[in-house]
């Protein structure tokens, strides 16, 4: 109700504020009506439009410097490196091409404002002109697009290549759910039909499978560092997508079928919080969490950095908070918890 007030006053005041400029404007004897710009106006607006450029250079430069910070740390997948190569020239020539064109446009609108007794230069037809100015940025494109194909096909090449764990990601409204292949590494079969919340069997595996007996099924995602992951993902009711920021990687879980990604961790969890810029970002946020706490909100107990697997498509009003953290940890780390985590089987005859 606050928020609605002060809005319908800050609009109030907006049109009492317009109204009291029309009346100045009436009240000047010197006022013209005239409908027509004329050398006078065409300035202005010329000098405006140098404001706006400046304006426009002076946002972003300020977005840089005051935003950066938020920015993902380096990646800590093996195609991340490439992946934010090809994002960052990408960038660099959006930037460079925008910030010439925006200042020619504001210039020539300027040079040859409107003015009276003056014709602007101009060419009815120039080939050469409109040669260069097509081949420039097919080059440019075909270039991108080619190398973009080449780093998407790379990227995206599943295969059963150097030994990858198998680990299947199932989404939910507003929750993940991982499952391992156990020590077959081989994901037993599954079907939505199938899930009995009674028996434990919450992902609807095929309990006459044998490969599904030995399946681990986990609410955190542990990944052993330097091996490659084979993701499969699967939804049981609306269109999710499994984003993992930190290794540039993003996938659509798409109801009734079994979609793939695979990358390889070169990071640990605990590699990564060493990162300068994840320890300014802890500090920072860990600054914000102290004040709340002396204010005794919610929500203020210190942070920890983690690498996190987050929904990152709208599927609903918790979407929000549809997230999975994800621990990467040397091989014998991963081993050891592993040791720990009991199998389907073994769930099953819990239940009985």
């Known amino acids: 109700m606050t928020t609605a007030l002060t809005l319908i006053v800050l609009v109030l005041v907006g049109i009492a504020i317009w109204q009291m400029t029309k009346i100045f404007e009436l009240s000047q004897l010197k006022t013209q009506n005239a409908q027509i710009a004329n050398d006078s106006d065409n300035k202005n607006q010329g000098y405006l439009m140098f404001a706006f450029l400046i304006f426009i250079y002076g946002i972003t430069i300020f977005s840089f410097w005051k935003y950066a910070k938020f920015l993902l740390p380096e990646s800590s997948s093996a195609h991340g490196e490439e992946y934010d190569f090809l994002m960052l020239v990408s960038f660099v020539i959006i930037f460079i091409v925008q910030t010439i064109t925006q200042a020619l446009l504001h210039y020539f609108g300027y040079k040859y404002r409107g003015k009276e007794g003056n014709k602007a230069l101009f060419y009815a037809d120039n080939d050469r002109l409109e040669f260069i100015w097509t081949i420039i940025p097919v080059i440019v494109l075909a270039g991108l697009i080619l190398w973009g194909l080449y780093t998407w096909t790379n990227i995206m090449d599943v295969n059963d290549e150097d030994d990858p764990l198998i680990v299947e990601l199932y989404a939910q409204q507003f929750n993940w759910t991982a499952r391992y292949g156990g020590a077959d590494n081989v994901l037993g079969g599954a079907n939505v039909r199938m899930i009995d919340i009674d028996r434990a069997n919450v992902l ?7 490969y599904a007996s030995d399946d681990v099924i986990v609410k955190e995602l542990h990944l052993p560092v330097g091996r490659k992951v084979n993701f499969k993902m699967r939804s049981q009711d609306v269109l999710h997508s499994a984003y993992m920021p930190h290794f540039r990687a993003q996938m659509n879980c798409v109801p009734g079928m079994t979609t793939e990604f695979s990358f390889t961790p070169i990071k640990t969890t605990a590699e990564i919080r060493q ?25 203020s107990d210190p942070w920890e950095y983690d690498y996190v697997l987050i929904c990152n498509k709208i599927c609903g009003t918790s979407h929000y908070n549809m997230q999975m953290k994800i621990i990467v940890e040397t091989q014998e780390e991963y081993e050891e918890w592993m040791k720990s985590q009991q199998t389907f089987s073994q769930s099953i005859a819990s239940m009985q």
């Open 275 to 299: 990162d300068p810029d994840v320890i300014a970002k802890v500090e920072r946020t860990n600054k914000i969490r102290a004040e709340r706490a002396a204010n005794g909100e919610d929500n």
């Open 204 to 210: 609807g595996l095929d309990e006459s499978d044998s």
